[in-house]
């Protein structure tokens, strides 16, 4: 008992901050009564006197202080000196959470180690948006390092659940591997403007969806501190782009950086009641010899994958068998706020007898047998375009449609009511569409209804990404690690 008293009271754990390793600082806010008072600076011109540091695995030690700050007067909450801490972090491949630990030796020697991170796995997220990858990942024990997006009103959604800690808002072009720091997983949720088919499907190399590249430049520059594991998310009009072109040369990229991929499609109707069928791919790093995939792992993607995998030898694949999907528990009615008649958000009659009159011959028969039954029933609508006239079309499967981001009109889902002789119509609200994605409610929505409704509309389903995390990302870290020998949280 004696002893382990004494090795606790002799070593202190430090936790790196984000600010910690972007400035390459070893903090000491923890480290007060553990070091010599004199060690520190302060005020009345105090010099402070060094201590002796050895630095595992560099085999060399080296002299620091707490040194004074100019400003304040006061000491500062770091050692003196980058050099050696930028050489020790490298060394030991140290990432935002990663724990170091500072034994005493003895009156002013210590050794700095890398200590044993209780963390999860580390990632980072680019194209964060609202911050969905985010809750769902540190719903699986992974820990966020750093995010990075352009709009400041997603990050104001962001911020408001997770605050700005770790995120560099601005233009991805604008953003270097050496800023990135070293982590398990690298996610990209990049814009699917040029790619899907209610866009202009100009393809991967134009507009906003060529920001693709950006992210593969980063990874690119990151050099040896490459995450072991990517994740790229968008929409299923990606496998058709410029004939299947695009995507094949995307994961082309993938393979010249040393990664191996994997591709399947999943609909979040499975977890959630919104029809949203979305493409995933995974990004391996592959040491060693090309790996064949197996009939057990092929079969367990749709008809589509597997003619896109069948049809393109040439990409180095590693596919990994997949669970089924689960079957949803909930409809449509179970995610609707319970809004009382007189509510604002519902509209009045002028505006709802309009929405009325604009449905087609059959999705009007569809909402009068709605309105004739003894009890309220539920479906939703977009207004489309059809033969030159604005339609508006029904669905009461208790499914809602796909959340779009509201670029014009047509992008805001509707909502129809109908039962007892009488029915009402409104839009979605932000926490409806904030639970078609899975999203809890202690997720705070604290902004107006076009934004929120945008953020969500371009967002991720957060069951979804969990299902992926915990079937597949997790196990493969592990395999990673056990297999390839490198270091990587558990």
């Known amino acids: 008992m004696d002893e382990m008293i004494q090795v606790s009271t002799a070593t202190r754990r430090i936790e790196v901050s984000g600010g910690n390793f972007r400035n390459k600082h070893v903090s000491v806010s923890s480290l007060r009564g553990f ?160 790619l899907s088919i209610a866009g202009a499907m100009n393809g991967i190399h134009s507009g906003e969806s060529s920001m693709f590249w950006e992210f593969i430049r980063i990874i690119e520059e990151m050099g040896v501190r490459r995450p072991p594991l990517i994740l790229l998310e968008n929409v299923p009009g990606f496998l058709m782009s410029n004939n299947g072109g695009d995507l094949a040369g995307a994961l082309q990229a993938l393979n010249g950086l040393g990664y191996a991929c994997d591709l399947f499609q999943v609909d979040a109707s499975h977890f959630v009641p919104q029809s949203r069928l979305r493409l995933f791919v995974v990004g391996r790093a592959s040491v060693g010899t090309r790996a064949n995939f197996g009939e ?46 007189d509510h604002e958000a519902w509209w009045d009659r002028e505006r709802a007898e309009y929405f009325f009159n604009q449905l087609s011959p059959r999705h009007l028969a569809v909402a009068k047998a709605m309105i004739a039954q003894r009890h309220y029933s539920y479906g939703t609508a977009f207004r489309r375009v059809r033969k030159g006239r604005s339609m508006a079309e029904l669905r009461t499967d208790g499914v809602a449609g796909c959340l779009r981001t509201p670029r014009g009109g047509s992008g805001r889902q509707i909502l129809f009511r109908g039962g007892k002789g009488r029915y009402a119509v409104r839009l979605l609200t932000g926490r409806e569409c904030a639970r078609l994605q899975g999203v809890p409610d202690s997720f705070p929505v604290n902004v107006p209804l076009n934004q929120s409704l945008f953020g969500f509309g371009d967002a991720v389903c957060v ?5 992926i995390a915990h079937n597949y990302l997790k196990p493969t870290l592990t395999d990673y690690a056990r297999a390839e020998g490198v270091p990587c949280a558990k």
């Open 463 to 467: 069951p979804v990404i969990e299902w």
């Open 296 to 341: 057990e792992a092929l079969s367990s993607r749709d008809e589509t994958i597997r003619h896109f995998i069948i049809s393109h030898p040439d990409i180095d694949w590693r596919l990994l068998p997949l669970p089924r999907l689960p079957r949803r528990q909930m409809a449509l009615q179970n995610i609707l706020e319970d809004l009382p008649d």
């Open 35 to 194: 070091l010599p008072a004199d060690c520190y600076g302060g005020r009345g011109n105090r010099t402070p006197k060094p201590i002796t540091i050895q630095l595992k695995g560099l085999n060399k030690a080296i002299e620091t202080v707490v040194p004074i700050d100019g400003e304040t007067g006061k000491p500062r909450r770091e050692f003196q000196g980058r050099g050696w801490v930028r050489e020790f972090f490298k060394k030991h491949n140290i990432r935002v959470g990663s724990v170091l630990e500072l034994e005493r030796l003895g009156n002013r020697e210590y050794q700095l180690s890398l200590g044993k991170s209780t963390l999860g796995p580390s990632f980072s997220e680019f194209f964060a948006g609202i911050g969905l990858v985010r809750v769902a990942l540190e719903r699986e024990g992974f820990h966020h390092v750093f995010a990075n997006d352009i709009d400041p009103q997603k990050l104001r959604m962001y911020s408001a659940n997770f605050g700005e800690s770790d995120f560099r808002l601005g233009d991805i072009q604008k953003v270097t591997g050496d800023e990135v720091p070293s982590c398990d997983l690298a996610t990209a949720s990049f814009p699917c403007t040029d």
